[in-house]
């Protein structure tokens, strides 16, 4: 009873403390706009979602910048998951759905919410087009939609389905160009808080060597050519790895082996050469790799063909080539659901509070990677894409000269 007497006490002097006067019956309408804040931006995202319609006060509160500045450093690491591209639509829809890691039963599990998705069957601009995701920087996306009857005019999206809002970005000065090789990033700067995507490209008939590159900001409503200058390397890989106010690619480099990383520096608009771990590929011309983040480190991921083995390094102290670390190694042998290189090539997503990693195979496989047992099951998703993505109430309709639009109400 005397536990019970001091709870009781503790809560009326709580309540007092922030509603003043606690001989009427108080209520959540008596607390302070800055109260309602404090105690919403510690909710679950779903829950803020719903909030949103409780009415117009919370709308307003939720939708303010003070609130979405708040929000984001405590909104949870998640992943977006979309279907890969299947030429019947009817069986596999271009779904893009949320998934969080929760605990249950003591073991934390990959959650799907059904209401947090978007149907982009629903939006004509997806409908007949290949799906690309560039990736994700605080809430927005950039999805790229590869047309297979305009080759070279890729359509540009960038997203929020949290808020709903997605945006189509201008045609690209030299997407007429013919025969060229593409490759994106999209990240945002530290110093002026812009984002920015960036395509860089070269004629695929001629010297590989000679880049070419424009950028945009969004907000601005027009693209800008970047001048690279000479270059001796080719950039390997379609989209870019966002880390550390910098984009990341693999590259093929002519001049020096050991050089198989270029960067793009978000800040200044600069590219230059960046240490890649100390793994020998020039004697095997067949590998496959792929850069990632885990745990806010820079990894690389490299398949040998001749000994049918993935490695997976992570760079410890940005930057810093010899900070390099051989973290995992996969083969066929550790697990019987890893059938060919698409299957073995895989790149952290993410871990778990007991030290398993998540993992996206280039087959398109979520895995799950046991550091204890060097062993790999599977999970429930199969023939999707994923990327890290982190919930946010940024709104696209704060970029001014661009034209904002809302998915259909039912989709979100």
């Known amino acids: 009873m005397e536990i019970e007497r001091n709870l009781s006490m503790t809560k009326r002097s709580l309540l007092k403390s922030i509603v003043g006067d606690t001989s009427r019956n108080a209520s959540i309408h008596d607390l302070s706009d800055y109260h309602i804040v404090e105690i919403l931006v510690r909710l679950p995202v779903k829950t803020i979602v719903h909030c949103k319609f409780v009415c117009r006060d919370w709308l307003n509160l939720i939708t303010n910048s003070h609130f979405i500045t708040l929000q984001l450093p405590k909104s949870p690491e998640c992943f977006m998951l979309f279907d890969k591209y299947i030429r019947d639509l009817i069986t596999k829809p271009k779904l893009l759905r949320l998934e969080e890691i929760e605990e249950e039963h003591g073991r934390d599990i990959l959650h799907h919410d059904p209401i947090m998705r978007l149907d982009l069957n629903r939006v004509p601009s997806f409908q007949n087009d290949r799906l690309c995701a560039l990736g994700s920087v605080n809430g927005l996306i950039c999805l790229i939609c590869l047309s297979d009857s305009d080759y070279g005019r890729d359509k540009i999206h960038i997203c929020n389905p949290i808020t709903g809002e997605y945006m189509i970005l201008p045609e690209q000065i030299h997407c007429k160009e013919i025969d060229t090789v593409n490759s994106y990033g999209f990240g945002v700067s530290s110093l002026s808080g812009e984002y920015k995507v960036i395509r860089i490209f070269h004629d695929n008939t001629l010297s590989r060597r000679v880049l070419h590159a424009e950028i945009y900001t969004l907000g601005t409503g027009k693209w800008r050519s970047l001048t690279l200058g000479h270059v001796t390397y080719s950039v390997y890989g379609y989209s870019g790895t966002f880390l550390n106010n910098h984009i990341h690619w693999n590259i093929h480099e002519y001049e020096d082996p050991h050089k198989k990383i270029c960067t793009f520096d978000i800040d200044n608009e600069t590219f230059q050469l960046f240490p890649s771990p100390p793994v020998d590929l020039e004697e095997d011309l067949w590998y496959l790799r792929m850069l990632g983040v885990l ?67 280039f087959s398109g496989k979520l895995l799950v990677y046991h550091p204890n047992t060097h062993t790999i099951e599977k999970t429930q998703f199969s023939d999707v894409n994923a990327i890290s993505y982190r919930p946010s109430f940024v709104k696209l309709q704060n970029f001014e000269s661009e034209s904002v639009h809302k998915f259909p109400l039912e989709t979100c």
């Open 295 to 361: 745990d806010g480190c820079l990894c690389y991921s490299c398949y040998c063909r001749t000994s049918c083995v993935v490695s997976i390094w992570v760079m410890k102290e940005y930057g810093i080539g010899n900070s390099w670390q051989k973290k995992i190694l996969i083969t066929e042998s550790i697990s019987p659901i890893l059938h060919g290189p698409y299957d073995i090539l895989c790149f952290p997503m993410g871990s778990f509070k007991d030290g398993r990693i998540l993992m996206m195979s």
